[in-house]
């Protein structure tokens, strides 16, 4: 039976104000959990460009650090966040975005559901949610897609669980036991009617992107 974990979103209004620092940190040691971290979003940025329309949703938005980069691209952006002081810090960030306070373990609001986006984009929020978690996230962004609309994840994920364990060994000191990361073969098999492309850009990191079965 799959164990449910509660999001703490006041561990993350404490860790707010030193998030983007710590990101940096990790992304400049190339260590877990943000390795590649610049890379993935300059990555998500490019995949945008192929995507036809401007209008965004942010899964997980965190401090805006990935909506600012999209909305100087013309984009606009909506974001959903657990953790209200995270939200504080992508408003300042991003004063045009719209922001929403939202527990996306349990999927997207059905406000957001009735609205069509471009692409939606969840850039390492998504290992909070258990594998059923994921299952109902990911349905539900894919009702607020347009018809040509794609959703592309940034996030601790390898493709096989060879890499997963090599990754866990290596940073068995950093290793967080209560996160839930994507391995994309397994992925695969639990999503089969999505189709798949990962790109690998660290030894515990990448970019996925899912095309929903057409409706």
Not at 102 to 127: E, M, Q, R
Not at 148 to 166: A, K, P, S, W
Not at 204 to 211: D, F, I, Q, T, Y
Request: net charge negative; hydrophobic share 35%; with cysteine.
């Amino acid at each position: 039976m799959e164990e449910k974990k509660t999001l703490d979103a006041s561990g993350f209004d404490t860790w707010s104000s030193n998030y983007d620092s710590d990101v940096h940190e990790s992304d400049e040691e190339e260590r877990y959990p943000f390795a590649a971290y610049e890379k993935i979003m300059d990555r998500v940025c490019e995949i945008l460009e192929g995507v036809p329309g401007h209008k965004l949703l942010d899964v997980g938005i965190g401090t805006g650090k990935l909506a600012r980069k999209l909305m100087a691209n013309g984009y606009s952006v909506t974001g959903v966040d657990f953790s209200q002081n995270m939200l504080k810090e992508a408003a300042q960030a991003n004063p045009d975005a719209v922001l929403i306070t939202w527990d996306f373990s349990k999927g997207l609001p059905d406000y957001i559901k009735t609205h069509d986006y471009s692409a939606v984009l969840c850039n390492y929020a998504i290992h909070h949610l258990t594998p059923c978690e994921k299952k109902v996230l990911i349905s539900d962004m894919a009702k607020c897609l347009d018809p040509e609309g794609i959703i592309v994840i940034g996030d601790v994920m390898t493709e096989t669980l060879e890499e997963m364990n090599y990754a866990m060994g290596k940073d068995a000191d950093l290793w967080d036991e209560d996160e839930y990361y994507i391995v994309v073969d397994e992925f695969r098999e639990q999503m089969s009617e999505y189709h798949m492309e990962f790109e690998k850009f660290s030894y515990c990191s990448g970019v996925l992107v899912m095309e929903p079965p057409k409706r």
